[in-house]
């Protein structure tokens, strides 16, 4: 069983390490800023959201195209983050 650390670090690399620069900049600043935070539920959201596609996830994230409904409040979350608190 994966430990919570490990789980954290593991999340962390996958936020950072990812297909396109843009989503390697606003996932690992959104992880390192609010991964500690989650809640369990919240934790396996962001692990699934981590395997959707890159450029969807730009997308959601910049708002050219709609979210599906169970990233959208997260997605709203990491847009946010991503545009210094200024919610587009």
């Known amino acids: 069983m994966e430990t919570q ?3 954290l670090k593991r999340l962390k690399m996958r936020s950072m390490r990812r297909g396109i620069k843009e989503m390697d900049l606003i996932l690992s600043a959104y992880g390192d800023a609010c ?3 989650m ?3 919240e934790l396996l959201l962001y692990d699934a959201l981590l ?3 890159d450029h969807d996830i730009y ?5 050219q195209a709609p979210a599906p409904e169970r990233f959208s409040d997260m997605i709203s ?3 946010t983050h991503a545009h210094g608190g200024v919610r587009l």
Request: net charge negative; no cysteine.
């Open 51 to 53: 395997s959707e596609n």
């Open 35 to 37: 991964l500690a935070g």
């Open 77 to 79: 979350k990491i847009s």
């Open 39 to 41: 809640g369990e539920a």
């Open 59 to 63: 997308q959601w994230v910049t708002g």
């Open 5 to 7: 650390e490990a789980r």
